[in-house]
């Protein structure tokens, strides 16, 4: 199969079989990490990208700038790149080296905020640093992921339909939580062709997401300390908070049970499945999203001197694995 552009490379049906990782789950894993950009965030950019296109019709020289902790970053960087347009991606200190070296290798021009907002993170100065770039630069165009539409058209269209593709008697559906665009398509979606599905937010502790306490988070990815404009949370869906031990943890034992690396976000939504097991039907599917694979968490996550740095105690939480 020969392809015109890398971004045009999305994979949108590609589940493991992850039965036994939890008691009595039938559960599959949804791989989104397996195109070009390495993340679900590929579908995402390329409906703020359309939309930006439709509308103002963006093209060669223009300029845009969006927030992201990598994943977005990149796969806007694999759309941009190849048509002539100017990036600019607003990371913070949690961003991945790996993410900033991929970003900046695609020519997308990386700025690094070291300010905390008033929940513990960095999103708010993020967003700030972003609104006054555009006051002093008019032709600044911003997809702006946490509040436009396409964001959650895309997973509409795509994540939520592929799986009830692949799984028609799908029980639940879990979904990591940050920008929400995933979590607001796949709902959407599922109210309208299968209201029996359960739909989980999945979100990390410190976000504020869902009215926790903020507070500094370390893995990047996942929850929020501010709230993005796309989140309605209505009740229509379930929700659960992990700590970010067990993020860890759940990578590492995927890692050592599997053979796979995947991401922080994977690992949060893993140990939701593992926290949740006791409430799932036997015998309907159990779907969890993995939004990227492990691969830029090499320095981090999976860095045995940075896990005893922050987690000292994980061994402990190893074992209950």
Same mark, same amino acid.
């Given at each position: ?14 589940? $493991? ?48 700038? !969006? ?56 999103? @708010?100065?993020?967003?700030? +640093? ?12 911003? /997809?702006?992921? +946490? ?10 269209? @795509?994540? #939520?339909?592929?799986? $009830? ?21 796949? $709902? ?6 299968? /209201? ?16 926790? @306490?903020? #507070? ?11 709230? /993005? ?7 229509? +869906? !379930?929700?659960?908070?992990?700590? !970010?031990? !067990?993020?860890?943890? #759940? ?20 140990? #939701? ?11 309907? /599917? ?18 045995? @001197? ?16």
């Amino acid at each position: 199969m020969i392809f015109d552009a890398a971004y045009d490379v999305v994979t949108d049906d590609i589940f $493991l079989d992850m039965t036994g990782f939890a008691p009595g789950v039938d559960l599959r894993l949804k791989l989104e990490g397996l195109n070009p950009a390495g993340s679900i965030k590929l579908k995402t950019a390329i409906a703020l990208i359309e939309d930006l296109v439709s509308r103002f019709g963006i093209g060669p020289g223009d300029r845009l700038i !969006e927030s992201s902790s990598g994943n977005l970053g990149i796969a806007l960087g694999s759309l941009c790149a190849p048509r002539g347009i100017s990036l600019t991606i607003v990371a913070d200190p949690n961003t991945n080296v790996a993410a900033i070296r991929t970003m900046r290798a695609q020519g997308t021009t990386v700025v690094v905020v070291t300010d905390r907002d008033a929940n513990g993170g960095f999103l @708010q100065t993020r967003i700030d +640093y972003i609104r006054s770039q555009m006051k002093q630069d008019r032709k600044l165009f911003w /997809p702006n992921q +946490y509040a436009n539409p396409a964001n959650s058209s895309a997973h509409y269209r @795509q994540t #939520a339909r592929s799986i $009830l593709t692949e799984l028609p008697d799908v029980g639940a559906v879990l979904v990591g939580v940050s920008t929400s665009g995933t979590l607001m398509g796949c $709902l959407r979606f599922f109210r309208e062709y299968r /209201p029996t599905t359960r739909v989980i937010a999945v979100d990390s502790e410190g976000s504020i997401l869902f009215g926790g @306490q903020g #507070a500094p988070r370390l893995i990047p990815g996942l929850g929020a300390s501010l709230r /993005p404009g796309l989140l309605v949370d209505d009740g229509d +869906y !379930e929700r659960v908070v992990v700590p !970010e031990v !067990e993020t860890v943890s #759940a990578c590492h034992m995927v890692a050592r049970r599997y053979g796979l690396l995947v991401g922080g976000s994977t690992g949060t939504v893993l140990a #939701a499945v593992r926290r949740l097991a006791h409430t799932f039907r036997n015998g309907e /599917p159990v779907v969890a999203i993995s939004p990227d694979t492990g691969e830029r968490y090499i320095d981090t996550i999976y860095s045995e @001197q940075w896990v005893a740095d922050h987690f000292p105690g994980i061994n402990t939480v190893l074992a209950r694995w």
